[in-house]
C-alpha cells in the first residue's frame, strides 16, 4: 500500500469517526452551540475600545448576563449593550479594567448581586479570578490565539461534539465533563455533588438565553437548584462579606470614572426562594444595596421598586426565563429612556 492510498484511507476513516460522534451527540439532544469563554469574552471586550459615549457596557454576574437581553435593548434603542457580565463573579475587576485601560466615556450599567459584589478585592479569591482573569487574557493575548478563536467560531456554529468552556459543566462535551459522568464508588464518605447542566443558551454577542426545558420540565430546573444549595451549604464556609474593603474599591473606580464622563447606573435583579432569604438574612438591604447608593450617588434600581421589575418570578431562584427576560429588559429600558439615562439613537 502506498501513501496516497494509506492517507486516503485515513481520512475516509477520519471524517466517518467525526460523523459517527457527531450524529451521536445531536441523537442525545445537542445541537451546535458557542462556549462561553475567555475567548468570546474578549472578543467582546475589544468593543469596548472603540465604543462612543452612547454606548453601553453591561457588567456584573449571571442575572446581568440572563436577565439583560442585548436584542431588545438595541431594538428599542437601536444601540447593542457590550455584555461583559461574567457567572459567579464579582464586577469589580471587569470596571476597574473599564476604567484604568480604556477610554470610555459611556454608561456602564453595573449589576450588584449582593453575596458577589461585597464578597472580596482578594485577588486569588474565585469571584475575583473568574473576572480578572479574562481581562488580563485580553490585555495579553496573541495575534495567534486572536485568529485560532476566529477561526473556531464556524466550527462551534456547526458541530455540537466542539465544546469547550470555561465553566465545568456535567453535560459538556469534553473529557473532563464526560469523566465526571463516570459512577465511582465512594471511598472517603465525601457527599457527592449534584451534577451542575448547562442551562443557557449564547450566542457570538455573548446574549445569554435561558433553556425552554427549565420552564418546562421542573425535575430539570430542581437539579439547578440542588447545585445552588449544594454550593452555598457546603463546607468550607467562604468568609464573610468584605463590604468596606468592596465599596472603597468601586468608589475609588467610580470616581475616576465619572471625571472624564462616564456614567454608572446600578441595577439590583430579581432573587426569590432560597437565594432571597439567604441574601437578606447575610446582606440585609438597608446595611449593604441601601448603602451603596447612598455612597455612590447615581442612578440606583432595585427591582422590589418598580413596578415594572418586580413582576418576575425566577425559575430557580436567581434568573429569569427567555420571556421574563425579555420583558424585564424592555421595561427596564423604558424607564431608563423615561429617567433620560440613556440615548434612543432611533428618535435622533
Do not use: C
Request: hydrophobic residues 40%; negative net charge.
Amino acid at each position: 500500500m502506498n501513501l496516497k492510498q494509506s492517507f486516503t484511507i485515513a481520512l475516509i476513516l477520519g471524517v466517518l469517526s467525526i460523523t459517527a460522534w457527531e450524529l451521536y451527540w445531536r441523537s442525545q439532544g445537542y445541537f451546535p452551540d458557542l462556549d462561553d469563554d475567555k475567548y468570546l469574552w474578549a472578543r467582546t471586550r475589544a468593543k469596548v475600545d472603540e465604543a462612543t459615549k452612547s454606548d453601553v457596557v453591561l457588567i456584573g454576574s449571571s442575572r446581568v448576563l440572563f436577565n439583560i437581553q442585548v436584542d431588545v435593548w438595541e431594538e428599542l434603542t437601536g444601540v447593542k449593550p457590550i455584555q461583559l457580565a461574567n457567572a459567579g463573579s464579582t464586577p469589580l475587576p471587569t470596571f476597574h479594567d473599564i476604567v484604568e485601560n480604556t477610554d470610555f466615556k459611556g454608561t456602564v450599567l453595573v449589576g450588584v448581586t449582593p453575596p458577589l459584589f461585597f464578597s472580596t478585592t482578594v485577588e486569588q479569591a474565585p469571584p475575583w479570578t473568574r473576572a480578572s482573569s479574562r481581562s488580563e487574557f485580553y490585555n495579553n493575548r496573541t495575534y495567534a490565539q486572536r485568529l485560532n478563536y476566529i477561526l473556531s467560531i464556524p466550527l462551534q456554529n456547526n458541530f455540537a461534539f466542539i465544546s469547550n468552556d470555561d465553566e465545568s459543566w456535567f453535560d459538556d462535551i469534553n473529557l473532563k465533563a464526560i469523566l465526571n459522568t463516570i459512577e465511582l464508588p465512594d471511598r472517603i464518605g465525601k457527599p457527592k455533588e449534584p451534577p451542575f447542566r448547562r442551562f443557557q443558551d449564547i450566542d457570538i454577542h455573548r446574549n445569554v438565553r435561558m433553556k425552554e426545558r427549565m420552564v418546562s420540565d421542573t425535575a430539570f430546573a430542581n437539579s439547578i437548584k440542588a447545585v445552588w444549595k449544594s454550593m452555598l451549604t457546603s463546607e468550607p464556609k467562604p468568609p464573610p462579606p468584605d463590604k468596606k474593603g468592596t465599596m472603597d474599591y468601586f468608589l475609588s473606580d467610580l470616581k475616576k470614572f465619572q471625571a472624564r464622563g462616564g456614567q454608572v447606573i446600578l441595577l439590583r435583579n430579581p432573587s426569590h426562594g432560597f437565594f432571597k432569604d439567604l441574601e437578606s438574612l447575610a446582606m440585609p438591604r438597608k446595611e449593604f444595596w441601601d448603602r451603596l447608593v447612598a455612597e455612590a450617588r447615581v442612578p440606583a434600581y432595585h427591582y422590589e421598586d418598580h413596578e415594572g421589575l418586580n413582576a418576575f418570578e425566577t425559575i430557580e431562584w436567581s434568573h429569569l426565563s427567555a420571556s421574563d427576560a425579555d420583558a424585564f429588559t424592555e421595561n427596564f429600558v423604558r424607564i431608563l429612556l423615561k429617567d433620560g439615562l440613556i440615548t434612543n439613537l432611533k428618535t435622533n
